[in-house]
């Protein structure tokens, strides 16, 4: 299960990787706006908000990948640690998102299920 954590956990990641991505390079970009359904002139006006907030995303990806890399050297408490802060906010992220923009439950489950799996296999797999 530990394992098979991690990987839900990594992809909860590279989701966020994703999001950094549209959000902080991509964000005026037609892809960008259409992914975020916003217009030309809210994605301009918006530019610095949303960069500020890509760099979120990246970090928590970051810490799940960096706890990942620490499991696997054997330091699995601190790994762990990281894994469940990263993973654990990117669940309560995208908590949030669905708590207030109902509209937007498809996107919020986009970002929380995989690192919500993730943190549910890795408790089990530590418990085990």
């Given amino acids: 299960m530990l ?18 991505v549209l959000e902080s390079v991509l964000w005026t970009t037609p892809r960008a706006r259409a992914v975020f ?3 030309e002139e809210s994605a301009l006006a918006t530019r610095e908000l949303a960069f500020n907030q890509g ?4 970090f928590l990806a970051v810490a799940v990948v960096l706890g ?3 499991v696997g050297m054997g330091l699995t408490a ?10 654990g906010s990117m ?3 995208g908590t949030v998102l669905a708590v207030s923009s109902p509209a937007k439950l498809r996107a919020a489950l986009i ?10 296999l890795l408790t089990l797999g530590l418990a085990g």
Wanted: hydrophobic share 65%.
């Fill in 111 to 120: 970002q929380l299920a995989p690192p919500l799996a993730g943190v549910v």
């Fill in 55 to 58: 760099f979120y995303n990246l």
């Fill in 78 to 87: 601190s790994g762990a640690a990281l894994v469940y802060a990263g993973a």
């Fill in 3 to 20: 394992i098979i954590g991690l990987v839900f956990a990594l992809v909860g990641a590279l989701v966020h990787v994703y999001i950094f």
């Fill in 68 to 70: 990942t890399v620490l």
């Fill in 37 to 39: 359904g916003t217009s």
């Fill in 91 to 93: 669940v309560l992220a």
